[in-house]
């Protein structure tokens, strides 16, 4: 498989030869972050075929049974104060619908911060992590994302079935996922190129795309439960809700889980 996305990349492509291709391992991200620490290098990308330890944002599992799914995490080593990178999962949940549009055709909607979602399901999720030297300055960020690819609804647990969708399901052909890891790898490497410099535009992309907005939502909390309507999204990608007993705030994907009142979206 790594010859395969090397091939489908630029010959000039720097990341071409820092890819690795793993039968399964328990996390991308978790194997990457140890790459990471000992000095792997800007662009090195790590894909498995399956994960027995997959991880979602707030401590969630992401189911990724092998032969399915897309599982991929991407070493960034940005030259910037973790201040600056507040949009960075934004700025990938972009990148990766740029990917998935140009291989497959259909573009998916985001839900506020991470997932991509078609038809009010669940498509794919970003993990986003950062690292930090004894100093405190950023280390390394890690971009990890699980597209579900070739499932069919018996590949989901019954509790995923009426909530997440794949990308065979949606367009009823086989997906090349070499085609796809090419792809994405192509626009991250662009997103991280142009992450300081185009961020304005891109958001615009994001609020375009983002299926949250306008939405009536509950936003959860370890020891609340809120509702109120999403209004927009922040230059540090938070999302500004305004709540039903009439204040108006803007919150962090890192404190905060959004639901839909009506549905998964
Ligand atoms: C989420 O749904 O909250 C994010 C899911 C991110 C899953 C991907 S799969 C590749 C990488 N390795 C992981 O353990 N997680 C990410």
Not at 25 to 35: M, V
Not at 208 to 226: F, P
Not at 232 to 245: E, K, P
Request: hydrophobic fraction near 40%; glycine fraction near 8%.
């Amino acid at each position: 498989m790594e010859q395969r996305i090397a091939s489908l990349l630029p010959p000039t492509h720097p990341w071409r030869d820092r890819i690795t291709c793993l039968a399964s391992t328990d996390s991308t991200n978790t194997r990457l972050a140890a790459l990471a620490k000992s000095g792997a290098p800007h662009g090195t990308v790590l894909i498995a075929d399956a994960q027995t330890g997959g991880r979602g944002r707030m401590g969630r599992s992401f189911h990724s049974p092998a032969g399915k799914g897309l599982y991929m995490s991407i070493l960034l080593r940005p030259q910037c104060a973790p201040s600056e990178l507040m949009h960075l999962t934004c700025a990938a949940a972009v990148a990766a619908c740029d990917a998935i549009e140009r291989t497959v055709g259909i573009r998916p909607q985001i839900k506020w911060t991470n997932d991509l979602v078609c038809g009010e399901r669940k498509l794919a999720g970003i993990l986003t992590e950062l690292g930090f030297g004894a100093n405190g300055t950023l280390s390394y960020a890690i971009l990890g994302i699980g597209i579900n690819c070739l499932h069919t609804p018996e590949d989901f647990p019954p509790e995923l079935r009426s909530i997440a969708t794949s990308l065979a399901q949606l367009t009823h052909t086989p997906i090349d996922r070499a085609a796809l890891a090419a792809a994405l790898i192509t626009a991250f490497s662009q997103m991280s190129d142009t992450l300081l410099t185009q961020k304005r535009a891109m958001l615009d992309v994001y609020r375009r795309d983002c299926v949250t907005l306008g939405k009536q939502i509950s936003v959860v909390r370890a020891d609340s439960i809120r509702h109120g309507t999403a209004l927009d999204i922040c230059d540090d990608g938070a999302l500004t809700v305004h709540f039903s007993d009439g204040s108006t705030e803007n919150v962090n994907s890192g404190e905060v889980s959004i639901r839909g009142m009506y549905g998964y979206v």
